[in-house]
């Protein structure tokens, strides 16, 4: 199997369904993805919340949250059942262990620099260095 | 309704001073990026709270000539707001 990836993965349902529906459909994404080899990390349902904008002339839906880890493969697979299904009105999908990776890059760069910043030592250091070098020349 | 950004006030400019208030061109001081301050190296999508700061009443992403963000920051901040846009949680364009 290839590397493994960590997915978002946010769905808005039909504001219009009960709670334990919500849980249901929920359950049965879940079951979808462990049944493909991948993993749920988290879940957080988010509630019902007023839409921006639209969406099949609704005006606000129950959003639901989770946080995927797998190979992609389950991910296409829940994406195709989520297209059919009435209930979810919209789905979004985000890759973060790249962008995760990055800010972590960012936080390392950032505590090197932090680290050099203080004493400057090495560039102070130098500076002398040089000042001596000067000094014997003359 | 017209955008004119530069003559609303969105809160985190106003600690600025302006040097010459009315000019044929304000001098302002240089704007810092929040994002920067307070090292903030990934800008969640669903923070919609924070979102909204950047995003006027029209539903546009604020330009970093207003907003003092910097460069790495507003590319980080514009993927974050597209995001939220397309799951109704910010708006494409209001009214």
Known sequence: MAEKRTYEMIFIVDPETGD???????????????????????????????????INHKKDGTYVLLEVEGSGAEIAEVERRMRVNDQILRYMTVRVDEMRRRADKLKDRRARKAAKQPGSGKAKAAAVQTDADEESAA | MSTNYEDRDFGFEREYDRTMPRGPRRMQRRKICRFCIEKVDLIDWKDVKLLTSYVPERGKILPRRISGVCATHQRMLAEAIKRARNIALLPYAAD
Request: net charge neutral; proline share 0%.
């Open chain 1, 20 to 54: 334990e529906d919500v849980m249901k459909l929920s359950d049965s994404v879940q079951k979808i993805i462990t049944g493909q080899g991948g993993s749920i990390t988290k879940t957080e349902m988010m509630g019902k919340r007023q839409l921006a904008y639209e």
